[in-house]
C-alpha cells in the first residue's frame, strides 16, 4: 500500500500531517528539490503547493506512477 505525501510550505502542509500525510516541508526551490529527491518509492501521492509544483514540474515526469494533486 503506497503512502500519502505532501511537500511545500510548511504552513499549508503541516495540517494535513493529522491526517497522516507524510509532510516534506520546503520554502525554497532548493529545499523543494531536495526534498522531491529524498521522497520514498512507496509514495503514491502527492500533495503540492502551487509554488512547489511550478519547481517540480518538469521532474514530475521522473515518476509516472505517482499521483499528483496541486493545493488551490
Known amino acids: 500500500m503506497g503512502r500519502i ?22 520554502t525554497t526551490a532548493e529545499e523543494a528539490v531536495a526534498a522531491w529527491q529524498s521522497l520514498s518509492p512507496d509514495v503514491a501521492v502527492l500533495i503540492l503547493t502551487s509554488q512547489a509544483a511550478a519547481v517540480l514540474d518538469e521532474r514530475l515526469a521522473e515518476r509516472p506512477d505517482l499521483l499528483v494533486t496541486v493545493l488551490p
Do not use: K, M, S, Y
Request: proline share 9%; aromatic share 0%; net charge negative.
Open 5 to 26: 505525501a505532501a511537500l511545500g510550505d510548511a504552513h499549508r502542509i503541516q495540517v494535513l500531517a493529522i491526517a497522516g500525510v507524510e509532510p516534506h516541508p520546503a
